[in-house]
């Protein structure tokens, strides 16, 4: 849930000057984990998302300190802190299972073919070096 949208501001309760849609991001994470399908690009920006709102928080906390209002801001701030927190972490996660997934595959087929001979073509050549006797037909 979006707190951003539910909390008008009020003009003693200076906010942050950029907006972001967490709603989106969740959104996108949501949609990664129903498919199962890794979204870099929303995770990135959740990233980076993240970084401003703990930034947001650092600058405000001063301003709180030289006396001026920010609770309110300060708990916006904190439950879009939640709310990317829980997508990054749902990305995170779907990356991690699908790397593990793609190594167990990998793995998988390296035991498959490890009696196979380095190169595939190394019997066929030792059978064809004694047939070298043999005289094409035309």
């Given at each position: 849930?979006?707190?951003?949208?539910?909390?008008?501001l009020?003009?003693?309760?200076?906010f942050?000057?950029w907006?972001v849609?967490?709603?989106r991001?969740?959104?996108?994470?949501?949609?990664?984990?129903?498919?199962?399908?890794?979204?870099?690009?929303?995770?990135?920006?959740?990233?980076?998302?993240l970084?401003?709102?703990?930034?947001?928080?650092?600058?405000?906390?001063?301003?709180?300190?030289?006396?001026e209002?920010?609770?309110?801001?300060?708990?916006?701030?904190?439950?879009?802190?939640?709310?990317?927190?829980?997508?990054?972490k749902?990305?995170?996660?779907?990356?991690k299972s699908?790397?593990?997934?793609?190594?167990?595959?990998?793995?998988?087929?390296a035991?498959?073919?490890?009696?196979?001979?380095e190169?595939?073509?190394?019997?066929?050549?030792?059978?064809?070096?004694?047939a070298?006797s043999?005289q094409?037909?035309?």
């Amino acid at each position: 849930m979006n707190i951003t949208a539910t909390e008008p501001l009020t003009p003693t309760d200076p906010f942050i000057d950029w907006t972001v849609d967490t709603d989106r991001i969740s959104r996108a994470a949501a949609e990664a984990f129903r498919t199962g399908v890794p979204d870099p690009w929303t995770l990135i920006e959740a990233e980076c998302v993240l970084d401003l709102i703990n930034a947001e928080l650092v600058a405000l906390a001063a301003r709180q300190e030289r006396g001026e209002p920010a609770q309110t801001a300060q708990r916006r701030l904190k439950a879009m802190r939640t709310e990317v927190t829980l997508a990054i972490k749902t990305l995170r996660s779907i990356e991690k299972s699908v790397d593990e997934t793609s190594r167990q595959t990998r793995d998988g087929q390296a035991e498959r073919h490890a009696d196979w001979p380095e190169r595939a073509d190394t019997d066929l050549r030792t059978s064809l070096a004694g047939a070298s006797s043999l005289q094409p037909r035309i």
